[in-house]
């Protein structure tokens, strides 16, 4: 669980978000998302939405991970994140949950949704 867990947390970061080689190697080609905004993405749109992000002083916060096993070679991952803004504002809360694949290239997100949620108390991971 701990790779699908650092490789979530990667997604989160700009700079990977920026990296083809990063992305390539993280997502799926048949990826499929419902976003937290309820918009549906595959792997184009969702590589040309990455693409057109600007850089941001706040950070994607997430806990309470916990992985299912579908079978040895396919796990789902759920989790929360909120977005916390600079001066630690914290808004954008959502549970989240994603369908890691484990090809030949390794570990890679084939589905991701995020629904929105209430508040809850941010914690350590």
């Known amino acids: ?69 579908l079978s040895p070679s396919v796990h789902l991952l759920k989790y929360q994140t909120a977005l916390v803004s600079e001066l630690g504002d914290v808004s954008n809360y959502a549970k989240r949950c994603s369908i890691w694949v484990l090809t030949e290239a390794g570990w890679q997100l084939k589905y991701h949704q995020g629904t929105p949620c209430l508040p809850f108390e941010l914690t350590d991971r």
């Open 1 to 69: 669980m701990d790779i699908l867990i650092q490789q979530e947390i990667e997604l989160h970061q700009y700079e990977v978000r920026q990296n083809n080689d990063g992305i390539k190697r993280l997502i799926h080609p048949d990826f499929s998302e419902v976003g937290r905004s309820g918009d549906s993405y595959n792997f184009m749109s969702i590589v040309k939405m990455m693409r057109a992000e600007e850089p941001s002083t706040s950070k994607i916060h997430s806990q309470n991970y916990e992985c299912l096993l």
